[in-house]
C-alpha cells in the first residue's frame, strides 16, 4: 500500500473552463496537483468528442512542466500514441479494446519515452494484463462508463481496485494505480484503502474554484490531501 506522499492527484482538465485552459492549468497546479489528465474521446469510441494533441502541446508551449496523463479513450488508437508522444505526454493510456494488438501499442509508447498504462472499463476483466505487465507503467480502473464527466462512483470498482493492487504487489514492479470517476472529497479515502495512489478528479476540483484564495484551488486540494493523510 502507498503512503501518504506516494499519492498523486490528477485534476481533469474536462472540467476546466477551456476559454482560459492555461491559467486554469497554473492553478490548479499552483494549488498542490501533481499532474494534469487528459480525457481524450473521439465520438467513436465513446459518445464525446473532446480534446487532442495540438492542446497538449499548446499546454507545454504555455509553460506547464507538470506531468501530463494522457487517457485516450480514442479507436483505433496506434496513430494518436505517436502525435501525443511528439506533443509532450508523460504518460500515454489506452483502452486494450481500442487496439487490434495490446503489446504492440504499449511498445510504441515506450519507444517513444512516455509511460505507458492500460484502462480498464467497469465492465472489462483485469486478465488484459496477464501477459504485458512488464509494459506497463499505469493501470487505470474506470470507476464509471468512460464519455462524460460528473457522473457518480460505481462502488463495485473497489474489489476490482483490491484485484489490480494484489496483481501490481504480486508483480514487484513499480506501477502506478489510478483512478477515474466520481472522486470526490468524501470517498477519496475509501478508494486509497482499496490501493489507488493516483487519482483523476474533475468536476470535484474544477467546480471547487474559490476567487478569494489565493490560489483559487487551494481549500479542495488541501481536504483531499487531508483525506489521504487518513489513510
Do not use: W
Not at 515506450?110 to 492500460?118: I, N, P, Y
Not at 457522473?151 to 470498482?157: A, D, E, G, I
Not at 504487489?169 to 472522486?183: H, K, N, T, W, Y
Request: hydrophobic share 45%.
Amino acid at each position: 500500500m502507498a503512503t501518504p506522499r506516494d499519492f498523486k492527484i490528477a485534476p481533469s482538465i474536462l472540467s476546466a473552463n477551456f476559454a482560459r485552459l492555461g491559467e486554469e492549468v497554473d492553478d490548479v497546479l499552483a494549488s498542490g496537483a501533481d499532474i494534469v489528465h487528459f480525457d481524450v474521446m473521439d465520438n467513436h469510441y465513446v459518445p464525446n468528442l473532446t480534446i487532442g494533441p495540438m492542446v497538449c502541446e499548446a499546454l507545454r508551449k504555455h509553460g506547464v512542466t507538470a506531468p501530463i496523463d494522457a487517457h485516450l479513450m480514442v479507436k483505433p488508437v496506434d496513430r494518436l500514441i505517436g502525435d501525443f508522444i511528439d506533443a509532450g505526454a508523460s504518460y500515454i493510456t489506452f483502452h486494450p479494446e481500442a487496439s487490434e494488438h495490446v503489446d504492440r501499442s504499449l511498445q510504441l509508447i515506450r519507444d517513444g519515452g512516455v509511460k505507458s498504462g492500460l484502462v480498464f472499463n467497469p465492465a472489462t476483466p483485469l486478465s488484459y494484463l496477464d501477459y504485458v505487465m512488464d509494459k506497463v507503467d499505469m493501470i487505470l480502473l474506470m470507476s464509471v462508463n468512460p464519455g462524460f464527466g460528473g457522473q457518480s462512483f460505481l462502488p463495485s470498482t473497489l474489489d476490482k481496485l483490491r484485484e489490480a493492487r494484489a496483481r501490481i504487489d504480486a508483480s514487484g514492479r513499480d506501477i502506478r494505480l489510478e483512478i477515474d470517476g466520481g472522486v470526490k472529497v468524501d470517498n477519496i479515502a475509501e478508494i486509497a484503502r482499496a490501493g489507488a495512489d493516483t487519482f483523476v478528479a474533475g468536476s470535484a476540483i474544477f467546480k471547487a474554484r474559490n476567487a478569494e484564495e489565493p490560489n483559487r484551488y487551494d481549500g479542495v486540494l488541501k481536504a483531499l490531501r487531508d483525506e489521504l493523510a487518513s489513510v
